[in-house]
């Protein structure tokens, strides 16, 4: 009997049962996020990869649809996005890679490794977490910000994000408000946050 092989299987069951995650057989390692198929995800108009490891995170906030807290609703609120992001904006899917819910789950967007539509001139080198809600004034519960950095730290223990990932808030990279004060305050204090801003005329971009 191979132990680890079938430590690896029985706890993927488990781990997709129970918290709707799937797991790499290779490394046996969970991999943290619910998949596109659990919410009912539509079909992306065009997928365009990039290489990684990935050199930038860039954390958004959702500002509408609002917060979240079970999985029915946190469900709704990617769907909505999606169908905001590919009908009303002529994306080729939602825009980020990655949604946190209020029910602590990591949604999956486009994935890793994917062009996003989240951030201009970053996202073919970045991943784009959305964290759903409105995070101007308040704080996103502790559950979240948990979840957004386990989903950054598995990136870098399997090597998609680069060990020496650069973190940013979306208003570094583009005029906004997201992530929203609270949250980016937040932000300020998470590993690998720098300070540095890259806006440039939004009209040529």
Not at 9 to 36: E, H, M, N, Q, W
Request: glycine share 8%; aromatic share 14%.
């Amino acid at each position: 009997m191979d132990f680890v092989k079938d430590f690896c299987y029985y706890f993927g069951v488990i781990a997709f049962t129970l918290f709707y995650v799937a797991v790499d057989s290779k490394a046996c390692d969970p991999v943290p996020y619910v998949t596109r198929d659990f919410w009912s995800a539509l079909p992306p108009k065009r997928i365009e990869h990039f290489a990684g490891p990935i050199p930038y995170v860039i954390i958004h906030h959702s500002y509408r649809p609002a917060a979240c807290y079970n999985g029915l609703q946190c469900i709704a609120a990617m769907q909505t996005m999606q169908k905001m992001h590919q009908n009303e904006r002529q994306w080729n899917d939602i825009g980020y890679s990655f949604a946190v819910g209020g029910d602590g789950r990591v949604y999956q967007g486009r994935g890793f490794n994917v062009i996003g539509a989240h951030a201009p001139r970053y996202n073919n080198r970045s991943v784009g977490i959305c964290l759903i809600g409105d995070w101007v004034a308040d704080l996103p519960p502790k559950n979240m910000l948990t979840a957004a950095q386990n989903l950054i730290e598995y990136g870098v223990r399997n090597g998609l994000i680069a060990q020496n990932y650069t973190l940013l808030g979306h208003r570094q990279v583009r005029t906004t408000e997201c992530p929203g004060d609270r949250l980016f305050e937040e932000i300020k204090t998470w590993p690998h946050f720098d300070p540095m801003t890259d806006i440039v005329d939004q009209n040529s971009v």
